[in-house]
T-cell receptor
Framework: DTEVTQTPKHLVMGMTNKKSLKCEQH?????MYWYKQKAKKPPELMFV???????INESVPSRFSPECPNSSLLNLHLHALQPEDSALYLC??????????????FGPGTRLTVT | GQNIDQPTEMTATEGAIVQINCTYQ??????LFWYQQHAGEAPTFLSY????GLEEKGRFSSFLSRSKGYSYLLLKELQMKDSASYLC??????????FGQGTTLQVKP
């Protein structure tokens, strides 16, 4: 199983809503990532979890709150978002954060629209 | 600083060969990766280079010269389905992937 799954596929939310994005992998990977991708731009790293601990936070606003309940799951909690936060949110995983970690497996993404 | 450059767009003909170049200047280097991304889809891993030289994988090959901060992705026998964005990414010492802006390749019949 070399799959990273993400739910939901699409999400429309108002600026006062609270929602969560979910990501799951069963490859035994110990590093998991959240990226944000705007149209025609490369993915931008938001957070990295390594062995279920937050390893990197790329100065992301606090309205985005990551959570790693166990080694297979990664959540991104959203609250009081702005329209400019509309983007494709990608989850990825890799064997480890270091070594040959660039072989990150990406999930299909959640297309988020903030109204 | 971190800088990864690749052409914005390229066009090639079905059946031909195309080379997509990537130059980089990064603080720390732990490998260079190429990803393919079709519109509206997630990036998929194509290749990884950490030592100088050529890595071949079917129709796709990737080359790295660390002393020159240079890599290229070579696509042979182009097919229409190869029309996509190709992302060059350098892995820093912390494991973080730094992506270039991507090259949009259009394959024409």
């Amino acid at each position: 199983d070399t799959e990273v799954t993400q739910t939901p596929k699409h999400l429309v939310m108002g600026m006062t809503n609270k929602k969560s994005l979910k990501c799951e992998q069963h490859m035994g990977h110990r590093a998991m990532y959240w990226y944000k991708q705007k149209a025609k731009k490369p993915p931008e790293l938001m957070f990295v979890y390594s062995y279920e601990k937050l390893s990197i936070n790329e100065s992301v606003p606090s309205r985005f709150s990551p959570e790693c309940p166990n080694s297979s799951l990664l959540n991104l909690h959203l609250h009081a978002l702005q329209p400019e936060d509309s983007a494709l949110y990608l989850c990825a995983s890799s064997q480890d954060q270091r070594g040959r970690v660039g072989e990150q497996y990406f999930g299909p993404g959640t297309r988020l629209t903030v109204t | 600083g971190q800088n990864i450059d690749q052409p914005t767009e390229m066009t090639a003909t079905e059946g031909a060969i195309v080379q997509i170049n990537c130059t980089y200047q990064t603080s720390g280097f732990n490998g260079l990766f190429w990803y393919q991304q079709h519109a509206g889809e997630a990036p998929t891993f194509l290749s990884y280079n950490v030592l100088d030289g050529l890595e071949e994988k079917g129709r796709f090959s990737s080359f790295l010269s660390r002393s020159k901060g240079y890599s290229y992705l070579l696509l042979k026998e182009l097919q229409m389905k190869d029309s996509a964005s190709y992302l060059c990414a350098v892995q820093s010492n912390t494991g973080k992937l730094i992506f270039g802006q991507g090259t949009t390749l259009q394959v024409k019949p």
